[in-house]
């Protein structure tokens, strides 16, 4: 059995998270539902924290909030003592809305706005994190209109990319994202932002790719973002006070996946950092992560309900449930693959092989292919597992399907965290110029 955090089986074979027997939360809040295993958030957040605080260096989690951002997600995150990441104005809206201390804001992004960064300018977040020439010329001039100097990080591509389970050592420079170290753009990047005087450069920031395995690309990375802080030093008299090395760290989305415990990565990577500074007589750089799905992406759940099928004789039996890419779109996009369970009949034995399709007007709308599960019928109820990350955060409202609600669980208690669309929300925005209405036609 595949389970996560709090969840379990009852009595009555039905599948509980947080202690709430999940028939209920279909009844009470409908499906498709998005459940959130509060709990299991926490002791993420917490094992990141605890690993930090065990290498003795300083540091900052900062929760990559595009993973999984609603305000009840940023409280707490707030609660929990981590920062926070945004790339857009609307990310950053969430978590002022939801009261998140402006001053461990994170604002990421290639293509920041100069509406977007006087936002964040207005709000005084406590880091920007520079992403190319442009950027740096921009945001210098906007901190100077508001007669403030900002703290920023410069993001560079270092010149290792994971691909999960290895490593490419040249690969990342065509990326769009960051200053090419192994170019040279680094270091005029960090030439020119030292002679900006609206801007205070705080150190470096690297991201080497997501659903990272291991922790030999986080060493690499290291190697080489220590090996620049020691250049920078002696060519142009800056010491980093801080180095990012982003977010990546994997989950177990299925049975194969083999990710290592947080502690592991937290610890090469702050293990890394003390033998290569050490090395070069350099003081010890406060260390920012920023893991994303990590730490929301086993705790997420969704359930749907089971409605039509579909058996093709020897060649495959779908069966349809009341979502599909509108909130999942990762099996389409990336082929990722997803366990689940019917969590009406948790313990009854599986029975036959069926492909988990949605309902958008398109083929390529499947959660899952080839599932072993007992018979489905009509109004049964499917778990998929560790649909915490980047599904609310990349659901639509293709063919104008409503976003689900999004419930958090937490001992016996559900609690609302994002209420499900209504029709009329799929029409909120929507207007008839004048010349269409029936009016202008009967002219
Ligand atoms: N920091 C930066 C600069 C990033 O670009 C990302 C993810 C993260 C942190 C967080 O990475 P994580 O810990 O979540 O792996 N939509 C894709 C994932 C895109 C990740 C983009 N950047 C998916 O559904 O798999």
């Known amino acids: 059995m595949f389970l996560h955090g709090t969840s379990s089986i009852n009595e009555q074979g039905h599948l509980t998270i947080g202690g709430c027997d999940v028939t209920n939360l279909a009844q009470e809040f409908g499906t498709p539902l998005y459940i959130v295993d509060e709990a299991l958030v926490r002791q993420r957040a917490g094992e990141y924290v605890k690993a930090f605080q065990a290498s003795g260096l300083k540091f900052q989690v900062a929760y990559a909030s595009k993973a999984f951002s609603v305000m009840a997600m940023c409280v707490i995150a707030e609660q929990e003592g981590l920062s926070l990441d945004v790339v857009s104005d609307g990310e950053l809206y969430t978590a002022l809305q939801a009261g998140f201390p402006a001053e461990r804001i994170h604002f990421h992004g290639n293509n920041k706005t100069p509406d977007e960064i006087n936002m964040a300018l207005d709000a005084n977040i406590g880091c920007f994190v520079v992403d190319n020439f442009v950027e740096l010329d921009l945001l210098n001039a906007l901190a100077a209109a508001q007669g403030k100097k900002v703290n920023i990080l410069l993001r560079i591509t270092p010149g290792v990319e994971a691909h999960t389970h290895d490593y490419i050592s040249t690969g990342q420079q065509d990326s769009k994202f960051g200053f090419d170290l192994g170019n040279g753009a680094a270091k005029q990047a960090i030439a020119k932002a030292l002679t900006l005087s609206n801007l205070e450069v705080l150190g470096v920031h690297s991201h080497i790719g997501s659903q990272i395995f291991e922790v030999e690309g986080f060493r690499m990375a290291v190697d080489k973002v220590a090996g620049f802080a020691v250049d920078i030093r002696s060519e142009l008299g800056l010491t980093f006070k801080v ?22 990565y937290v610890g090469a990577i702050t293990n890394a950092i003390i033998t290569n500074f050490k090395a070069a007589d350099f003081p010890l ?5 920023e893991p994303g799905r990590s730490m929301v992406g086993d705790a997420g759940t969704t359930l749907y309900t089971v409605g039509t099928n579909k058996n093709i004789p020897g060649v495959r039996k779908y069966i349809a449930v009341d979502g599909g890419m509108t909130d999942n779109p990762r099996p389409a996009l990336y082929q990722s693959r997803y366990e689940a369970l019917l969590a009406n009949r948790a313990n009854d034995p599986a029975e036959e092989t069926v492909s988990v399709a949605g309902k958008c007007c398109e083929s390529g709308d499947m959660l899952i292919w080839d599932l072993e599960l007992p018979k489905a019928e009509s109004g049964d109820l499917l778990a998929v597992f560790c649909t915490g990350a980047y599904n609310y955060a990349m659901a639509s409202n293709y063919n104008r399907i409503r976003r689900p609600a999004v ?4 001992d016996g208690s559900a609690d609302l965290a994002v209420k499900r669309e209504s029709l009329h929300n799929i029409v909120e925005n929507d207007v008839i110029p004048a010349r269409l209405a029936k009016s202008a036609l009967a002219k």
């Open 407 to 410: 419930v958090f669980v937490k």
């Open 243 to 264: 180095i990012n090395l982003g977010g990546g760290f994997g989950i177990r989305y299925v049975e194969g996946d083999t990710p290592l415990p947080i502690s592991e």
């Open 285 to 289: 750089p406060e260390i920012w992560v």
